[in-house]
């Protein structure tokens, strides 16, 4: 019998709108771009379809069902047999010089300043009522990892010259929201979740971080 055929990969890719201090997010214009860079430049590895590219209000409650609807699509007629799916989230990190790889998510909703749609759950870190993101998984201290190969993605990448780093804190705001639902419907699912905070253009410009992104749909694809 001749050798299996490896499976088709699937990504779905999400950014986000600006939020407080962060006017211009590169994640937008990353998002918003990335389907035609990578197509028109041929960087798409044989066998990777980039499915979906959807920038996020930077909200989270709110914008909440939005959320699920882009991760309910993303895997809408899939073979799921025959085919790897990925999530994979950016975000940005203003004070960052490298790419980061988030390792995972906690149940916490404490936001550091209203999201875009004016919701800020409990702030008071003192307080011992800080709300959980999900309920029904128990209390803030839940953490969710993903099941990505975030070792070999970060070899793959420092190889392509990228200077990049792992994290075990995506930030108690957004990301860390999008990232805890992101990483459970994943796993209901049987599929995968990445979340990665980019720096600004100002600090890595807007074509590195392009080439960047490309590499990292690869590195996710060839991980799998």
């Not at 709110?62 to 989230?89: C, F, Q, R, Y």
């Not at 490298?98 to 404490?110: I, P, R």
């Not at 209390?139 to 190969?149: D, L, N, P, Y």
């Not at 970060?154 to 108690?172: C, E, I």
Request: with cysteine; aromatic share 8%; proline share 4%.
């Amino acid at each position: 019998m001749g050798s299996q055929e490896p499976k088709a990969v699937t990504i779905n890719v999400t950014g986000f709108k600006k939020f407080q201090g962060i006017a211009h997010n590169p994640t937008e214009t990353i998002v918003n771009n990335l389907k035609n860079f990578v197509e028109s430049k041929g960087l798409l590895p044989a066998g990777v379809t980039l499915r979906s590219c959807t920038v996020l209000e930077t909200a989270g409650n709110g914008a909440l069902p939005v959320l699920l609807k882009v991760l309910e699509s993303g895997i809408s007629g899939i073979d799921t047999k025959n085919e790897h799916v990925i999530w994979l989230h950016l975000g940005v990190d203003g004070g960052a010089r490298k790419f980061t790889l988030e390792q995972q998510a906690v149940n916490e909703a404490s936001f550091f300043c209203p999201d875009e749609l004016g919701w800020q759950p409990m702030v008071d870190y003192g307080c011992s009522s800080r709300q959980p993101i999900v309920t029904d998984d128990g209390g803030i201290s839940r953490k969710r990892q993903t099941t990505c190969s975030i070792e070999a993605i970060l070899r793959f990448l420092k190889n392509k010259g990228y200077a990049a780093m792992t994290s075990n804190d995506a930030g108690l705001f957004i990301c860390n929201y999008v990232y805890y639902h992101s990483l459970r419907f994943a796993e209901q699912k049987g599929h995968k979740s990445l979340f990665v905070h980019v720096p600004l253009f100002s600090t890595i410009n807007e074509e590195t971080q392009m080439q960047f992104v490309a590499s990292l749909l690869e590195a996710i694809a060839s991980t799998c």
